[in-house]
Structures are given as structure tokens and as C-alpha cells.
């Protein structure tokens, strides 16, 4: 069955520290990937999907198919990016459902 | 910029009653999907719907859930006979297509008593 794991519920940096959000899946297919973000009352929003390999707001993230992990990076993070980070899989075919990770709070402190 | 609304954000019902969620897509997207969050857990896929009818549904979605597109502009999640675990967060998101992005609503959060 399809499984994504945060493992971290909770991850606490200073402005300007690097940020790794980890994210492991499992599935024996070859699956898309995504990070949504949610900030303080506001809606689920895309971040990022392995296939576009775009940088936004400064993250990264990279498809690990060997160690099944999309880990969310960031060099540098700002006080503006403390929110809650869920990492998903979608089957890469015929299918729309996203499966979600249980999610990891950034908190980023001045 | 266009958005995914649900209507009410906040919803108390008696257990043992019906409740409908409302969701009114993004005006072009032909995908429809409803997922749950309940308190401290994961977000959770309920069900897809595309050209009038259900694509695919979770184990989650059985005969209590149905819904529906009533007039081309909502799309709604009835949940008939509440129970207390039925008690979540629910979102709507809406898509241009398959494997494109997922537009999210702010969510309504159920609260069975």
C-alpha cells in the first residue's frame, strides 16, 4: 500500500539556519510527488512537485527513488516560513487522489 | 485569483444527523475531490468525482457519504446519520485535470456532538 512518513511533527530552526523537512514514501510504482504548505489560517496551498524541479520561495526538493525520499530543504530560513508542511504521493497514472503525509510544524525564530 | 470556497467553515450537528458540506470549484476544473482531517491525524482522501460521477473513493467513503454536483457550480458532501468520530476537518480541492494541481478550500470543520 502507499505510505508517506514525516516523520518529524515538529521542527524548530533560528531565521537563517538550513531547514531539511524529511519524507519518506513508500510505493513500488513510480509516483509524483508534492509538498503543500498551510500558513496560520490559510488554505493547503502547492509548494512544490518533484516533476517541475523548480525552486519556490527558496525550497528544494529532490525524488531519492533509491532511499524513497523527498526531503524539503531550504539553505536559509526566514521567519515567513514557519507553517505546516505536508509532503504527498500520487500515483503517477490514472489516478488524482493525493496521499498525505501526517505533516511537520516549521517554527522559525527570529 | 480564483479559489476553491466551502460553505459553512464551521459546522456543529447532533449525532445521528445529516449534515451537507458545500464546495463551489474553480470554474474550469473538471476534477473534484473531497479529503478529511481528523484532529492530530493526517489529511485523508475521501473521493474524486469527473464528469458527473464518483472516479475513485477511499474505504473511508461508504454508504453514509454521498455527493454530488446539484447545478454545475457546487459540489456537495452529504453525510447522512453523524457519528462522533465523524467529527474532522473537510476539504474540498478542485483541478484543471488529472495530475495537475490541487486547488485546496479553507476547509469546514465538522463537530458531532
Known amino acids: 500500500a502507499q505510505r508517506v512518513t514525516q516523520p518529524e511533527k515538529l521542527l524548530s530552526v533560528f531565521k537563517g539556519a538550513p531547514v531539511e523537512l524529511k519524507c519518506n514514501y513508500s510505493?513500488?510504482?513510480?509516483?509524483?510527488l508534492f509538498w503543500y504548505v498551510q500558513y496560520s489560517r490559510q488554505r493547503l496551498q502547492l509548494l512544490l512537485r518533484?516533476?517541475s524541479r523548480e525552486s519556490i520561495k527558496g525550497f528544494t526538493a529532490d525524488l531519492n527513488k533509491g532511499e524513497t525520499s523527498f526531503h524539503l530543504k531550504k539553505p536559509f530560513a526566514q521567519e515567513e516560513d514557519s507553517a505546516m508542511y505536508y509532503c504527498a504521493l500520487s500515483k503517477s497514472y490514472n489516478t488524482d487522489k493525493l496521499i498525505f503525509g501526517t505533516g511537520t510544524r516549521l517554527q522559525v525564530f527570529p | 485569483e480564483p479559489e476553491v470556497t466551502q460553505t459553512p467553515s464551521h459546522q456543529v450537528t447532533q449525532m445521528g444527523q445529516e449534515v451537507i458540506l458545500r464546495c463551489v470549484p474553480i470554474s474550469n476544473h473538471l476534477y473534484f475531490y473531497w479529503y478529511r482531517q481528523i484532529l492530530g491525524q493526517k489529511v485523508e482522501f475521501l473521493v474524486s468525482f469527473y464528469n458527473n460521477e464518483i472516479s475513485e473513493k477511499s474505504e473511508i467513503f461508504d454508504d453514509q457519504f454521498s455527493v454530488e454536483r446539484p447545478d454545475g457550480s457546487n459540489f456537495t458532501l452529504k453525510i447522512r446519520s453523524t457519528k462522533l468520530e465523524d467529527s474532522a476537518m473537510y476539504f474540498c480541492?478542485?483541478?484543471?485535470?488529472?495530475?495537475?494541481?490541487?486547488?485546496f478550500g479553507q476547509g469546514t470543520r465538522l463537530t458531532v456532538v
Open positions: 480541492a478542485s483541478s484543471e485535470g488529472i495530475s495537475t494541481e490541487a486547488f
Open positions: 518533484h516533476i
Open positions: 510505493y513500488s510504482g513510480s509516483p509524483e
